[in-house]
């Protein structure tokens, strides 16, 4: 008779794994209820609409439905990437979301880290509150008051004009939509964004800070010796999923404050959908313009994580 050898791990045998699964989750009954909800949404919304992106390779009518259309290939992207707009959108997009990367991905560790030095817990608490505030706000709210700001008569314009300027409607320059996206985005999430952070850094061992004390080592040598590197791993995984979104500049947000005259600047992939797919009824472009920037997102979060792996040993998966 065979004998498992110490060490060994023996794995359950193939015909046995149903039982088991079926085990497991009369054991864990009520955690698989939790997780039904879940489940149920990523497969309505993201899974079943997979099915549609065939559309991006036929000539979409809704009268004949998908089996219906006509298949005309890789059409679609070949009218886009031939396009006038094609290096516009691809542009925009690009600029936006490394602009959002550089100035907004650290905002919130920065302000973790100066929370983390603050020792009024009453201060620091008033902090944490203003800044989460922004982020449960109505989108449609937030640029609302951003209109309102940059107005010609608004607070902004106010400032401006209080020290010799002069006033303008900003929304109306091209060269002022990126800024103002950008820093408007960071002042809408930078308090949310920290809640990781300083979850991360609750964490992190306190003796590590004692023997950094004991070495001589003060707050600014305890931040770059001990907080930052028990913050790494969160770090770099924040920063794959940054990285994944970098062609997903949200439509929503665009299209409430662009207008004709920043197209030049404004104009992304997703808000050139949204005007192509549902104003114009070109469903099929769309899709494939669609595609076209779920595949190169995919890619960069394969990318990412690949190379976070070989750098650092740590990745998604």
């Given at each position: 008779m065979a004998q498992t050898k110490p060490g060994h791990r023996s794995f359950p045998h193939a015909?046995?794994?149903?039982?088991?699964?079926?085990?497991?989750?009369?054991?864990?009954k009520y955690l698989y209820v939790m997780l039904t909800p879940v489940l149920a949404y990523f497969l309505v919304f993201q899974y079943i609409p997979m099915y549609g992106a065939i559309i991006a390779f036929k000539e979409f009518n809704p009268r004949l439905g998908i089996h219906g259309s006509a298949w005309v290939g890789l059409e679609h992207f070949k009218d886009f990437f031939g396009g006038m707009y094609f290096w516009r959108v691809l542009k925009n997009t690009l600029m936006i979301s490394l602009y959002d990367l550089v100035f907004g991905f650290p905002a919130p560790l920065v302000l973790a880290?100066?929370?983390?030095?603050?020792?009024?817990?009453?201060?620091?608490?008033?902090?944490?509150?203003?800044?989460?505030?922004?982020?449960?706000?109505?989108?449609?709210?937030?640029?609302?008051?951003?209109?309102?700001?940059?107005?010609?008569?608004?607070?902004?314009?106010?400032?401006i004009a209080f020290?010799?300027?002069?006033?303008?409607?900003?929304?109306?320059?091209?060269?002022?939509?990126?800024?103002i996206?950008?820093?408007?985005?960071?002042?809408?999430?930078?308090?949310?964004?920290?809640?990781?952070?300083?979850?991360?850094?609750?964490a992190i061992d306190p003796e590590q800070y004692e023997a950094c004390k004991i070495d001589g080592g003060g707050r600014w040598k305890q931040m770059l010796h001990v907080t930052l590197p028990g913050l790494l791993p969160v770090i770099v995984i924040l920063l794959i999923l940054d990285i994944g979104r970098i062609m997903s500049?949200?439509?929503?947000k665009i299209i409430l404050l662009y207008n004709p005259t920043t197209y030049v600047t404004a104009d992304?992939?997703?808000?050139?959908?949204?005007?192509?797919?549902?104003?114009d009824f070109q469903f099929s472009f769309s899709s494939a313009v669609g595609l076209f920037?779920?595949?190169?997102?995919?890619?960069?979060?394969?990318?990412?994580?690949?190379?976070?792996?070989?750098?650092?040993n740590t990745s998604l998966w």
């Amino acid at each position: 008779m065979a004998q498992t050898k110490p060490g060994h791990r023996s794995f359950p045998h193939a015909g046995h794994l149903p039982a088991q699964i079926l085990k497991d989750i009369v054991r864990n009954k009520y955690l698989y209820v939790m997780l039904t909800p879940v489940l149920a949404y990523f497969l309505v919304f993201q899974y079943i609409p997979m099915y549609g992106a065939i559309i991006a390779f036929k000539e979409f009518n809704p009268r004949l439905g998908i089996h219906g259309s006509a298949w005309v290939g890789l059409e679609h992207f070949k009218d886009f990437f031939g396009g006038m707009y094609f290096w516009r959108v691809l542009k925009n997009t690009l600029m936006i979301s490394l602009y959002d990367l550089v100035f907004g991905f650290p905002a919130p560790l920065v302000l973790a880290l100066l929370l983390n030095e603050v020792k009024n817990s009453l201060f620091k608490r008033a902090v944490q509150t203003v800044t989460y505030l922004p982020h449960f706000i109505s989108i449609v709210v937030i640029c609302g008051i951003l209109k309102d700001f940059t107005n010609s008569d608004g607070v902004i314009n106010d400032i401006i004009a209080f020290f010799g300027g002069e006033r303008m409607t900003m929304l109306l320059e091209p060269s002022l939509f990126r800024t103002i996206f950008v820093s408007s985005n960071i002042w809408q999430h930078i308090g949310w964004g920290t809640i990781i952070y300083l979850a991360a850094l609750s964490a992190i061992d306190p003796e590590q800070y004692e023997a950094c004390k004991i070495d001589g080592g003060g707050r600014w040598k305890q931040m770059l010796h001990v907080t930052l590197p028990g913050l790494l791993p969160v770090i770099v995984i924040l920063l794959i999923l940054d990285i994944g979104r970098i062609m997903s500049v949200g439509f929503e947000k665009i299209i409430l404050l662009y207008n004709p005259t920043t197209y030049v600047t404004a104009d992304v992939i997703s808000s050139y959908v949204y005007r192509i797919g549902l104003q114009d009824f070109q469903f099929s472009f769309s899709s494939a313009v669609g595609l076209f920037n779920s595949v190169i997102n995919f890619a960069l979060v394969i990318g990412s994580n690949w190379l976070s792996r070989r750098l650092n040993n740590t990745s998604l998966w």
